[in-house]
């Protein structure tokens, strides 16, 4: 088993920055391990936003958010974290961790991932 938590949402206006944070806990990360962030608005479906593999910090992200978000890891934390900047009322939304353990060819597929957080909300207001 794996536990994710995230933290670092909030309430913030337009054109500022937050980081979010996800430890992890349980089974060890392996080399093929991907991280990634995905983010759900009411009455929308889940989006993926950006992630990584654990070993070499290769890192995908969507094109819409490509220059805005930055993700990068602290392997020795066991902690993911996603940089945000020049946030948008867009970008409100609850920010969710998740793990695929063996990795996975389609790292912005959601069902690809084992494991989730629990989530942390990020409103942005105009």
């Known amino acids: 088993q794996v536990q994710l938590v995230e933290s670092g949402g909030g309430l913030v206006q337009a054109g500022d920055s937050l980081r979010l944070s996800c430890v992890a806990s349980?089974?060890?990360?392996?080399?093929?391990?991907?991280l990634g962030w995905f983010r759900r608005t009411p009455g929308k479906d889940r989006e993926f936003v950006a992630a990584?593999?654990?070993?070499?910090?290769?890192?995908y992200y969507a094109n819409s958010l490509k220059g805005r978000f930055t993700i990068s890891r602290d392997n020795a934390k066991n902690t993911v974290y996603l940089q945000m900047n020049s946030l948008k009322p867009d970008d409100t939304a609850v920010y969710y961790c998740?793990?695929?353990?063996?990795?996975?060819?389609?790292?912005?597929?959601?069902?690809?991932?084992?494991?989730w957080g629990q989530g942390t909300q990020v409103t942005v207001s105009s």
């Open positions: 998740a793990a695929a353990l063996h990795g996975t060819e389609l790292p912005a597929r959601g069902h690809a991932y084992d494991y």
């Open positions: 349980g089974r060890t990360f392996s080399s093929a391990t991907i």
């Open positions: 990584l593999s654990w070993s070499g910090g290769t890192t």
